[in-house]
């Protein structure tokens, strides 16, 4: 049974700084795309990053790039989503993604398995 379980949410002021962390189990990753996904209130869920785990290659949405940083972690199936620099715009429910494909994909419907969700809030 595949599983993807999120950490790392939380509230932050503008500017500050925050991990989110993805342990999938039931898959091997070799053979995945992982994905970070995020939705705000009333709003579609919306591609963030992507990382093909097979040779790290990476992809991220524009509003993100330079702030944001997706990895695999050293420990087997971890994924990790680096946030910097963060403002309320980035006020949402983060998602875990996980495709089963060597093609990164941009869209939700592509993507095979979800996590539950965290909660970010950026708020002075």
């Known amino acids: 049974q595949v599983k993807l379980v999120e950490s790392g949410g939380g509230a932050v002021q503008p500017g500050e700084s925050l991990r989110l962390s993805c342990v999938a189990s039931g898959l091997t990753l070799e053979y995945y795309v992982m994905g970070w996904f995020r939705q705000a209130p009333g709003e579609e869920r919306e591609f963030v990053a992507a990382?093909?785990?097979?040779?790290?290659?990476?992809g991220s949405a524009d509003s993100v790039k330079g702030r944001f940083t997706i990895s695999r972690g050293n420990a087997k199936n971890m994924v990790y989503l680096e946030m910097n620099s963060l403002n309320p715009e980035d006020t949402a429910v983060y998602y875990c993604?996980?495709?089963?494909?060597?093609?990164?994909?941009?869209?939700?419907?592509?993507?095979?398995?979800w996590g539950q969700g965290t909660q970010v809030t950026v708020s002075s």
């Open positions: 990382i093909r785990w097979s040779n790290a290659y990476t």
């Open positions: 993604a996980a495709r089963r494909s060597a093609v990164l994909r941009t869209a939700a419907k592509d993507y095979d398995y």
